[in-house]
């Protein structure tokens, strides 16, 4: 059974770092780069490191085409380049805190796992993370990367300042007050706009969380009770395997002492609470995971689904997520149900959540509430990409978007229509880079239109 080799191979990377040893940080690295999954081998081991806004600045202006890198979790080719890439890892810092103004600057290399634990020690949070806190805060809202909850927008909804070295060498300050509709331009910028050296993010007094987990609940009290289920909790995800029309787990995070408290009955809509810490996929052990039922803990240490300090997974699988406007949501969930029979033999597990509506120009979540449907494949390519087409048809009625960190194989004419600022995005990009020294075959295809 596939689920027992991914648990093989999660057991045995137990806590290792997610960063391959592999992967120097010098002007030369021994062996091919590739992302975190490893299924994408970039198409250059040319990688320069800057340690300092003048080396970022220098390091643009002596080269001709180039790729900023955050912490490579993207599974398709947004982050490759042919010709170099910068690295921000270094640049790692809280720049500032600013409680008055309730918000922290950070450099672009600054992860989610290393910001959190800060913040609360200085009495304060974010409003959401992701499911897995190792990725850097400049790579998660440079691709509209969200966490779960109705009422929560991806994490770049909370970016209210950004300082970027674009391609003539300048350095470009922009925030949300000043800059408007610019700014909401740029936020979601792909790594299109130059390369990002500082984030600001609105922050709010630090909050104690919970989450309970219930099993199995069948597809019917989805379709009938889907905004009950929604609004029950701060962040709400249903993790599927398609299987049996039922919802193997929903996961309901809380904030304690939040507008209303979640009252953990023993069933919920039809889901009986789990008994014990549980892993999405309950095959897997849940020491991974972060506490459940019930147990109060830091914002940080129950919003995402995997502990700070441990690997989530080998990095043996691969991704895809598609958004669908909010009240299309049963709809597009039951339209993807009726796949179950090409999806589950490939599928590790589906993740389905909530997210606000935004007003980033280029975030899926662009002036629709929206749902993403998830998926966590085995690591088969050529097998996730021949159900990808179906999904995606399945999907098109509800003008679905994709993820853009994760894989999907909409024709690009199609992506692009379903962005309705993306003329004007262009037209920023073209502003900011006019020789395009920022862009790959990924951006010309999807974005440019020119390969
Ligand atoms: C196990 C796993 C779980 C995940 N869970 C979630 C989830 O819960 N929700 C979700 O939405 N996504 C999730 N993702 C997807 C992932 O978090 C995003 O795609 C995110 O962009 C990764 O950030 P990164 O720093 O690794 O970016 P990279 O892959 O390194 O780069 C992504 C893009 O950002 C640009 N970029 C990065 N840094 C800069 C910079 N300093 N300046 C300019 N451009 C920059 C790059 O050029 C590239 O275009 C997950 C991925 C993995 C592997």
Redesign the pocket.
């Known amino acids: 059974m596939r689920k027992r080799t991914f648990l093989k191979l999660t057991g045995a990377m137990g806590a290792q770092s997610?960063v391959s040893p592999l992967f120097g940080w010098g002007a030369k690295v021994p062996e091919k780069l590739k992302?975190?999954?490893g299924n994408i081998e970039y198409s250059t081991e040319n990688l320069h490191a800057a340690k300092s806004l003048e080396e970022v600045k220098s390091y643009v202006a002596k080269t001709s085409k180039l790729?900023?890198?955050?912490?490579?979790?993207?599974?398709n080719t947004?982050?490759d380049?042919k010709d170099a890439f910068?690295s921000?890892k270094p640049m790692a810092e809280v720049v500032a805190l600013d409680a008055a103004a309730k918000t922290v600057t950070v450099e672009?290399?600054v992860?989610y796992g290393r910001l959190a634990p800060y913040l609360h020690e200085k009495g304060f949070a974010l409003h959401n993370?992701?499911?897995?806190p190792?990725?850097?805060?400049?790579?998660?809202?440079?691709?509209?990367?969200?966490?779960?909850g109705e009422k929560n927008g991806?994490?770049s909804t909370v970016a209210s300042g950004l300082e970027?070295v674009t391609a003539g060498r300048d350095l470009v300050e922009l925030s949300r007050k000043k800059d408007g509709e610019t700014f909401r331009g740029v936020v979601v910028?792909?790594?299109?706009?130059?390369?990002?050296?500082k984030?600001t993010l609105d922050i709010q007094p630090t909050f104690m969380a919970r989450q309970w987990v219930y099993e199995s609940m069948p597809l019917e009290a989805v379709k009938a009770h889907f905004d009950e289920i929604e609004a029950s909790g701060y962040s709400v995800s249903l993790f599927t395997d398609w299987r049996n029309k039922n919802v193997n787990e929903v996961w309901i995070k809380e904030r304690v002492g939040g507008e209303k408290e979640f009252a953990a009955k023993p069933e919920f809509f039809g889901a009986k609470l789990a008994k014990k810490n549980l892993h999405p996929i309950a095959e897997l052990g849940a020491e991974n995971c972060t506490e459940q039922m019930g147990v109060p803990g830091p914002w940080y240490e129950r919003l995402?689904?995997?502990k700070m300090g441990f690997t989530?997974?080998a990095?043996k699988?691969l991704?895809s997520?598609f958004f669908v406007p909010r009240e299309h949501a049963v709809e597009a969930i039951l339209a993807v149900e009726k796949l179950h029979e090409k999806i589950s033999p490939h599928l590790l597990i589906t993740?389905i959540?909530a997210i606000a509506v935004d007003d980033l120009w280029m975030s899926p979540c662009y002036q629709q509430d929206s749902v993403?449907i998830?998926f966590?494949w085995q690591q088969d390519w050529p097998a996730v990409k021949a159900v990808l087409p179906e999904i995606e048809n399945a999907l098109a009625p509800f003008d679905v978007r994709p993820?853009?960190?994760?894989l999907f194989t909409i024709e690009p004419s199609v992506l692009r229509s379903r962005y309705k600022k993306l003329p004007e995005f262009v037209e920023l990009a073209k502003k900011y880079d006019p020789a395009g020294k920022?862009r790959?075959e990924?951006?010309n295809r999807y974005i440019f239109a020119s390969a």
Request: aromatic share 8%; hydrophobic share 45%; proline share 3%.
């Open positions: 997610m992302n975190w999954a790729k900023v890198l955050g912490t490579r979790h993207c599974f947004i982050a380049s910068l921000l672009a290399g992860t993370l992701a499911s897995l190792h990725i850097s805060v400049a790579g998660a809202c440079s691709t509209g990367t969200h966490g779960s991806n994490l970027i910028g792909l790594g299109a706009l130059g390369a990002i050296t984030v995402p689904h995997f989530p997974s990095g699988e991704q997520e993740e959540r993403a998830h966590t993820h853009w960190g994760k920022f790959n990924f951006l």
